[in-house]
Nanobody, 128 residues
Framework: EVHIQESGGGLAQAGGSLRLSCTASGLPYDDYAVGWFRQAPEKERELISS????????YYTDSVKGRFTISRDKAENTVYLQMDSLKPEDAATYFC?????????????????????WGQGTRVTVSS
């Protein structure tokens, strides 16, 4: 059984930082790219960052470029999202998802439909 778990959400002040973690069990870590999505109240879920199986060619949506950094630790079977210079508009529930990209080791997926397994989400609140 595949299980994906996010952690690290919470309250931060504007300009502050949080680091989200995504751990996966029940699937071969090296076969999956990972993405971070977020969904604010009354808004659609959006992909904000993804990372390939190899860790190369990470993707960032424009609104988080230069502020967020995605990385993966093979030994820990964990993908991180370092969020710096947080803004009130970053407040949302953040979701981690895994996409099987066996034939594309350096591809960081861009579409929600690419992602097969999802976590339950972790909430991020940013105070102004």
């Amino acid at each position: 059984e595949v299980h994906i778990q996010e952690s690290g959400g919470g309250l931060a002040q504007a300009g502050g930082s949080l680091r989200l973690s995504c751990t996966a069990s029940g699937l071969p870590y090296d076969d999956y790219a990972v993405g971070w999505f977020r969904q604010a109240p009354e808004k659609e879920r959006e992909l904000i960052s993804s990372i390939s199986r190899t860790g190369r060619n990470p993707y960032y949506t424009d609104s988080v470029k230069g502020r967020f950094t995605i990385s993966r630790d093979k030994a820990e079977n964990t993908v991180y999202l370092q969020m710096d210079s947080l803004k009130p508009e970053d407040a949302a529930t953040y979701f981690c998802a895994a996409a099987r990209t066996t034939s594309l080791p350096n591809y960081s997926p861009r579409a929600q439909a690419d992602f097969e397994y999802w976590g339950q989400g972790t909430r991020v609140t940013v105070s102004s």
